[in-house]
């Protein structure tokens, strides 16, 4: 797995440590880890689509199913619908969409997405989590298929939300 997964990050990217915590703290949750694995097979279809590889399309879809039915249960049952674990599978929802699926889906976990920070607090409000802090500021200027992180300007990937996503409410977390 760890060959897939990391098969998802641009050789642009320097916060090596960054990803690594975030990799770790997604696989230790059952969302998170289903919706890591959703996007690494589809970037992996997407990239290298041939008749070796039609079984990661399916083994994707897979893994949203699953991904979106533990993050729907664990909102359903949860006091704490914006928990960081919550919030680390949504924010993987919304870059799943917004890279292989429909616009009309982005627009529902970015709003969700933004609800839930902004009940916490705001984005600052997540300094006790710096890696899922890191990747809440990156996602406004997110590449496509760079999964939750940010990239170097010198990055050729565009934008994943060219006409802008704003997570932050108002000027206050800038």
Known sequence: MPILVSSTFCHHNTARGVIDAAVAFMLDHEASRHLLLAYAYAMRWKLHASPETVQDQVDAQSHLSRGTNALWNRLRSSGHAASDTIIQA??????????????????????????????????????????????????????????????EPSCTSLLRFPDGLRIRPDAQDD
């Open 90 to 151: 949504v924010l993987l929802l919304l870059v799943y969409t917004a890279d292989f699926g429909q616009p009309n889906e982005v627009r529902l976990h970015e709003d969700a997405l933004r609800t839930m920070v902004a009940q916490r607090g705001g984005i600052n409000a997540f300094a006790h989590n710096p890696t899922l802090q890191q990747q809440l500021w990156a996602i406004e200027t997110s590449r496509a298929y760079h999964l939750t992180f940010g990239c």
